[in-house]
């Protein structure tokens, strides 16, 4: 990757949301983008030079069923170190002094009662601090439910949530995301984190969920597939599961819970930080 050329889709969205961003970058999971940026009033994609083609981007972006408008240019950038500039935007994250989230290039750091390490595979981005905090806090809040349960990490990205379940002694964690580069990600940083007898890795939808029956069920997405997943979230939980939620803002919690509400979630709890919420709910039996 670091020496591959690269091209730059700066999609201007107008109105400008982060809302409306994580919603653009929903729509687009058909085109082979490697990574996104939020520079307002752009999103900004990233993709190798070989895979784009400026006519499926001009017809992914005009089938679109939003309510913003976005216009996009490309730049090509030349080949560069792109683990550099990706170790530039990640920083390590601590949550509550028991978990400590970091990347390989990280050196020195004072260990916590459970160490995380991921290795960068995409050429920018981590994802957002908040709901990755607030998600690992709510494991950690229920870590005698986590021990010796089936625990599913839907749209697991690099893993960290099934590898910090697995830590915690989940008999056994399924990760899935959309992005197979994520996935591969995913299972590559259990691998690191020596718990893959552990923790399986799967690429595909909310449809897959269908393969078995867990005991919590974890989603760090955005609001508009959280609420359209719920379905197959309720079927996918045993009686009594524990679904953990984030990726949305506090405003919009009564929308998702309303929902939710409707397929046998009770909320139990909910948390913030910087407008970010994430939520914790039971599954009545």
């Not at 806090?137 to 839907?154: F, P």
């Not at 893993?159 to 056994?172: D, E, F, S």
């Not at 939620?245 to 709890?269: C, N, Q, R, W």
């Amino acid at each position: 990757m670091n020496s591959q050329e690269y091209i730059e889709v700066s999609m201007k969205i107008e109105p400008f949301s982060e809302e409306n961003a994580e919603i653009l970058m929903a729509e687009l999971d058909e085109v082979p983008f490697e990574s996104f940026t939020v520079e307002e009033p752009f999103l900004k994609g990233y993709i190798p030079k070989e895979n784009y083609s400026a006519q499926m981007l001009k017809i992914e972006l005009s089938g679109l069923d939003v309510d913003f408008g976005v216009d996009f240019s490309a730049t090509l950038i030349p080949p560069c170190n792109w683990n550099a500039l990706w170790e530039e935007q990640f920083t390590p994250i601590v949550v509550d002094g028991k978990c400590t989230v970091k990347a390989t290039f990280h050196k020195g750091l004072k260990r916590t009662r459970f160490n995380i390490t991921i290795d960068p595979k995409m050429a920018f981005g981590t994802g957002h601090h908040q709901t990755t905090y607030m998600m690992c806090h709510a494991i950690m809040e229920n870590e005698r439910e986590v021990k010796g349960k089936i625990v599913m990490d839907m749209g697991c990205g690099t893993a960290i949530l099934a590898i910090l379940a697995a830590k915690m002694g989940a008999a056994h964690t399924y990760g899935i995301d959309i992005d197979a580069i994520a996935a591969v990600s995913a299972f590559d940083n259990a691998k690191l984190n020596r718990v893959s007898r552990h923790v399986e890795t799967y690429c595909g939808d909310a449809s897959l969920l269908q393969m078995g029956k867990y005991d919590i069920l974890l989603a760090n997405i955005n609001r508009n597939i959280l609420i359209e997943d719920i379905p197959t979230y309720s079927r996918s939980l045993k009686n009594n599961g524990l679904l953990i939620v984030s990726g949305f803002y506090t405003e919009d919690l009564p929308m998702i819970s309303a929902v939710a509400s409707g397929y046998g979630f009770e909320l139990i709890k909910s948390d913030s930080i910087d407008n970010w919420c994430c939520a914790q709910y039971r599954k009545r039996a």
